[in-house]
């Protein structure tokens, strides 16, 4: 049974958060609530878990979610169930979209939109810095963190000069995080 | 372009999913490298627009951004490898760690790892940034719309959904009447 309220319950937050990640949360918040699968602590260590794990956080975080509830097959059952009415939806909409790709109307909504994607970009690289540079996330000259921004624009100017994977500079960080205190 | 095996893809989007670090954004320098860099799978653009429309979409951005692209590539079937390739990770990753490593994350030398990650994720993201704002910004329509989408966001925290929307309708209302958008 525990199976069928997973599938259920994860095919409902597939199909109704929009925005990410973090959009999950509320919903599990209410699945801790309403089943005894895991509480709100529990939930806590979820997020951590999930934002410090490779992937995108919402299918850590289910992929968590349902293992607390149902073991190993929870946790694949409750992944799947969570990204597949998403993807179905993406099958309708690139049908729809392949079709209308010449539309004016289409095309004036892209020429639109790709400035606000640069924008929202633009905006995680700052949420990322306020985090990584400054203590406390608040921006001031005391606060600054003078190793992380020496590091942040090592691997910048690198990024610009070369063609190196971005992989390489994710391990290169853990590595330099490990032996050196930053 | 010759298309790319469903397998090939699969493996391609599961090792997205494995360097992505963080939400949907943190994915794109990643794609960026592995699906238009060394494999022109889609353009630049392209992933602007897939992107746009994960944003406002229910579902995992980062699933339905590949869902997409694996349409693009091979219908129906394509945006199932690539959507499921790029949640595998996840499951995988995830379902070891509540198994055998609940108690990782809180070792300091771990913590260190992360915070140096999050290090070399921003300066991954800058540089995306700056990337996506020279191809999708075009004119000084462009310019507005980029500077006002960043400006409600992180002044009145306006979410990415309705940013996305409100662009698409600009698009519609100024796109331009003479001449024609690079």
Known sequence: ?182 | MKKPSLFYMYLTFAKVGTMTFGGGYAMLPILRKEVIASKQWITEEQMMDFYAIAQVTPGIIAINTSALIGYHLRGKAGSMAAGYGSATPSIVIITIIALFLTNLIEQPIVARMFDAIRIAVSALIVHTAFNLYTKGVKDAMGQIIFLSAFLLIVLLGVSPIWIVLASAISGIIFYPKRGKVK
């Open chain 1, 1 to 182: 049974m525990t199976y069928l309220y997973l599938l259920l319950e994860f095919l409902k937050i597939g199909t109704f958060s929009i925005g990410g990640g973090l959009a999950t949360l509320p919903f599990l918040y209410a699945l801790a609530s309403r089943y005894d699968w895991f509480d709100q602590a529990t939930l806590i260590d979820m997020i951590a878990i999930s934002e410090s794990t490779p992937g995108a956080i919402g299918i850590n975080m289910a992929t968590y979610a349902g293992f607390t509830a149902g073991g190993i097959g929870g946790g694949i059952l409750a992944s799947i169930a969570m990204i597949t009415p998403g993807i179905l939806m993406m099958m309708i909409i690139s049908k729809v979209l392949t079709e209308f790709k010449e539309n004016p109307l289409i095309i004036k909504v892209f020429y639109g939109i790709r400035p606000a994607v640069a924008a929202l970009i633009a905006y995680a690289a700052y949420e990322m810095l306020k985090v990584t540079m400054f203590e406390n996330h608040t921006f001031s000259i005391e606060t600054i963190h003078i190793g992380s921004v020496v590091l942040f624009f090592a691997f910048l100017l690198a990024l610009f000069k070369t063609k190196i994977h971005p992989v390489i500079f994710i391990v290169i960080a853990a590595v330099l995080g490990i032996f050196l205190p930053l």
